[in-house]
């Protein structure tokens, strides 16, 4: 039974009022009478018992009443609830005081003894109330923790240590004193000094997170809970790797931006620990309210509406409560399973789905005609590296005639905003995704340039964790054949966040996009692809180059060992988030631009791979080909 349970059986409501009744009654009647009995030149006649008695109840229970008393749960109480009962004692005391003199007047008992006797009266009131109050539950919460713990298995098995003893850290701790059948907390963990060695909540501190190992060992611990929100993503990603390390089941209390976006009572208290939380860095924060003034009652048209970015787009935008939202995908699985979601979540949704190839010009532009989109998010791409390389037409074909079509129609017909989702990829890029999205970039300045009645901008970004193609979903599912996992080469890195971030980062762009802009995310540290291997190993309770193996492949045609987020010539400067930077793009020879665009889509459509990538290499001098390490 949980302490819940168990304050249910306590007296509430009329029965709280008729307990604490029994106590002011028999507290003041008993005091006045050995207050009588130790002071002999005091005489107090049966008038006295009654009158003080009465005014003492009667003004006690209103003040309970007035101030709602009556419905504090004690056993969850605070200190503001035993204030409230002090302040209402001291009123009572000063009333009780003041009639009893209008009563009495000074024949039987001198003024100084009245008021000695009515404080005196005050003091004994408050401490019986409190005790009762404080001691009542603690006796019904231990005959039933004893109970409790006599039916539970008996072993070491959920002994747990609570990383931080703050606020969140001691709140845990009491959400499981009396249900040990999760977790029982055995001490806890905190790198203040002051803190170490002393006991919380009954519990000791048993040292701080550089003892992790020995204090798992010393407490028999088989689950950690790390319950430091705010801790620093350094300090974090130190503390997370050596409670891996135990083999200890680790959980973990989201930080406090998590629980700030996305509220949600069941993720505030433990979830497990993410790869993202070994990210190293600060989760970004954005700004909600510019992003629901521009997206509220407008229409919106998400390309690719079905893939990893494009669905959590539609999610977020349908949060906003906009006019219309249109999806348009070609893979009608994906749009079909977005779809059913938003309708489970917001039945509200004006939510239009249409299966579509961005390259089909004339399908895009009924659509265009029918819905007269207020906004464009453009997720829709081919975006696999290594198969670009062997099919660079196809992604000529879709991610660049795709583009372009779009972009047609966005100034034809007036929208007010387009948004690329680019990717690093295309800062001096060294493979066929790389350069088409390049190209895109350039197609989207030419129109800013050519197309003064919409906003067209990008959102340039690193890899998403977990979105489709990402090594995340790949090294989970080799981990979970027995390995072994297949990393290019043991010195790659590569910048991360993730999807829910990704796409904020997108929205808040359009709140203040200039035309012409390239958005740039400041994603902290790159992380090295064979730690993130090695984390992730170690988060499903295994040890790497033990229980998994760690292979090189070597690097596959066009990739790097590591990107760049910006090309040499472009200017960078700062917004009103200090995450996200701004870099204007360098500006396209209008005329040559367009002569060359028609020159690639023409080899693209002829299926002449060889072609396509001669003429990426002329558009884009930064294309050149990766240098190849070993």
Known sequence: ??????????????????????????????FLFVFDLIFT????????????????????????????????????????????????????????????????????????????????????????LSVSKLTLPYLYVQKHRRKHFSEEPTGNQNNTAIIGAG??????????????????PVCFIDDNARKIRKNILGLPVAGSTKDIAKIVKKYHVHKIIFAIPSCAPEVKQRIIADCIATKCVLKIVPPLQEMVNTYDPKTLTTRDVRIDDLLGREPLAFDMTAIKEYIHDKTALVTGGGGSIGSELCRQIAGYGPKKLIILDIYENNAYDIQMELKRHYPELNLEVTIASIADYQRCRILFETFRPD??????AHKHVPLMEHVPEQAIKNNVVGTWNLCRLAAEFKVERFLLISTDKAVNPTNVMGASKRCCEMIVKYHAQTCPDTVFCAVRFGNVLGSNGSVIPLFRHQIEEGGPITI???????????????????????AFSQSGEIFVLDMGKPVKILDLAENMIRLMG????????????????????????????????????????????????????????????????????????EQLHAMIPTYRYPEVGD
């Not at 059986?9 to 009654?25: E, M, N, Y």
């Not at 001198?110 to 005196?120: D, E, G, K, N």
């Open 1 to 30: 039974m949980t302490k819940q349970k168990i304050m249910d059986l306590l007296p509430t409501g009329k029965r709280s009022l008729l307990f604490d009744f029994a106590i002011v009654v028999c507290t003041t009647v008993l």
């Open 41 to 128: 030149q005091i005489a107090f006649s049966w008038r006295h018992y009654l009158a003080i008695v009465g005014y003492f109840a009667f003004f006690y229970f209103f003040f309970v009443l007035i101030t709602h008393q009556n419905r504090v749960d004690w056993a969850h109480s605070e200190s503001k609830a035993f204030l409230i009962l002090f302040l209402n004692l001291a009123g009572t005391t000063v009333i009780t005081f003041l009639l009893t003199m209008l009563t009495f007047g000074l024949k039987t008992i001198s003024v100084r003894w009245q008021a000695f006797t009515i404080f005196l009266l005050f003091l004994v009131s408050y401490t019986a």
């Open 167 to 184: 606020w969140t850290g001691t709140g845990l701790a009491k959400m499981f004193e009396n249900d040990h059948s999760i977790f029982k």
């Open 375 to 380: 906004y464009v998010f453009h997720a829709a």
């Open 488 to 510: 290019t080469h043991k010195d790659i890195i590569r910048y991360f966040m993730t999807i829910p971030e990704a796409v904020s980062l997108v929205l808040e762009t359009g």
């Open 542 to 613: 295994l040890k790497p180059y033990t229980d998994i193996q760690i292979i090189f492949t070597g690097l596959r045609p066009g990739e790097k060992l590591f990107e760049e987020l910006l090309i040499r010539g472009e200017d960078m400067r700062t917004t009103s988030n200090k995450k996200i930077f701004i870099c204007k793009q360098i500006d396209v020879s209008e005329k040559d631009f367009i002569t060359q665009l028609e020159t690639l889509i023409s080899l693209s459509q002829a299926n002449e791979p060889e072609k396509v990538v």
